[in-house]
C-alpha cells in the first residue's frame, strides 16, 4: 500500500478496472475504418463493423459480419474518438524495451512496452509469455510501418486471463498472406489485411484512412486463457511505465500519465 500511495502521490494517474478496455466503445468492434471498409471474399467480422467518417463499406456480403454493421453513424462516430484516446495513451506509455531493426519473428517477449524507432517486421513467429500473469499487457509501439512476412504468426505461452495485447502503428500495417495474427491493431492510417491473414482476439483500426480485407477472420474473442478474469496475482505489481503500475492486490489498474499527457492531448488531423 505504501508503494501504490507514492505512486499515486507522484504521477497523476489514469484509473482502469482490471476488465476495461483502453479502447472504450472501440472494444466492439472487429473492424473499424475511417474513409473506406472494402472486403473480398468470404471473411467473417465475429463483431461490430464500423465506418467513420466515410460512408463507402463494401463486400458484405460475400463478407459476414456477425454484429452490427455501423456505416457513418453516430456509434461509429464515438468510436473512432475512443480509438484514437486509446491510440494517444498507448504511444505515450514509456517503453520498456527498445526493438529498433530487430524483427519479431524468433523473438519470445514477456509483459511490457516494446518501442520501434520507424517500421516493424515480422517474419516467422513471435512468441509472447505471459507467465501466467492475469490483466497483463504487451504493447507495440511503431514509430511507422507495421509488416508481417506470409506465414507468420503470433504464439502465446502461459497465459494468465484477461492479458491483452496492442499494436500502436504510426502509419500504415499490413499482414501478409496467412498470417496468423494476435491483438488489436490501431494504426494511425490503414489497414491492409493480405489473403486468408487471421486476427484473433483483438481487432484492426485504422484512425484516418482505410481497412482493405481479403478472405479474413476478425475475433475480439477466442483469447488464451480467456477473458474476463478479475482475479489478479496476489501481493504483485506489474510497472509497466514510469509513473505507472498494474495494482494486482486490487481489482482495477493504474495507468501513469505522465509521459503519455502530451500524446493524449495532441492534436490530430483527420
Known amino acids: 500500500m505504501k508503494l501504490l500511495r507514492l505512486c499515486c502521490l507522484a504521477f497523476p494517474l489514469f484509473a482502469l478496472t482490471a476488465?476495461?478496455?483502453?479502447?472504450?466503445?472501440?472494444?466492439?468492434?472487429?473492424?473499424?475504418?475511417?474513409?473506406?471498409?472494402?472486403?473480398?471474399?468470404?471473411?467473417?467480422?465475429?463483431?461490430?463493423?464500423?465506418?467513420?467518417?466515410?460512408?463507402?463499406?463494401?463486400?458484405?456480403p460475400p463478407g459476414i459480419v456477425l454484429g452490427t454493421i455501423h456505416n457513418d453513424d453516430a456509434v461509429a462516430m464515438q468510436a473512432q474518438a475512443d480509438a484514437l484516446n486509446g491510440y494517444n495513451v498507448l504511444?505515450?506509455?514509456?517503453?520498456?524495451?527498445?526493438?529498433?531493426?530487430?524483427?519479431?519473428?524468433?523473438?519470445?517477449?514477456?509483459?511490457?512496452?516494446?518501442?520501434?524507432?520507424?517500421?516493424?517486421?515480422?517474419?516467422?513467429?513471435?512468441?509472447?509469455?505471459?507467465?501466467?500473469?492475469?490483466?497483463?499487457?504487451?504493447?507495440?509501439?511503431i514509430g511507422s510501418t507495421l509488416t508481417t512476412a506470409s506465414a507468420s504468426s503470433v504464439l502465446i505461452i502461459n497465459p494468465g486471463s484477461n492479458d491483452k495485447v496492442y499494436w500502436q502503428v504510426g502509419s500504415s500495417a499490413t499482414l501478409g498472406t496467412t498470417t496468423d495474427f494476435y491483438g488489436s491493431v490501431i494504426a494511425d492510417q490503414s489497414v491492409t489485411l493480405n489473403h486468408g491473414a487471421n486476427v484473433t482476439c483483438g481487432r484492426v483500426i485504422a484512425l484516418n484512412a482505410a481497412v482493405t480485407m481479403d478472405t479474413n477472420n476478425i475475433d475480439t474473442g477466442n483469447c488464451a486463457g480467456g477473458t474476463g478474469g478479475t482475479t489478479p496475482e496476489p501481493g504483485t505489481i506489474g510497472l509497466l511505465a514510469t509513473g505507472g503500475a498494474v495494482a494486482a492486490g486490487a481489482n482495477f489498474s493504474f495507468w501513469g500519465l505522465g509521459a503519455s499527457i502530451p500524446a493524449f492531448f495532441r492534436k490530430r488531423k483527420r
Open 19 to 60: 476488465n476495461a478496455d483502453i479502447l472504450g466503445s472501440a472494444d466492439a468492434f472487429g473492424v473499424l475504418g475511417a474513409s473506406t471498409v472494402t472486403n473480398t471474399g468470404p471473411s467473417v467480422v465475429f463483431q461490430d463493423l464500423g465506418l467513420w467518417p466515410g460512408n463507402s463499406i463494401t463486400g458484405f
Open 91 to 141: 504511444a505515450g506509455l514509456a517503453p520498456t524495451g527498445t526493438l529498433t531493426g530487430q524483427d519479431l519473428g524468433g523473438l519470445t517477449l514477456d509483459p511490457g512496452v516494446y518501442f520501434f524507432a520507424s517500421s516493424a517486421q515480422m517474419t516467422g513467429q513471435l512468441t509472447l509469455n505471459f507467465e501466467g500473469l492475469n490483466n497483463m499487457m504487451v504493447v507495440f509501439q
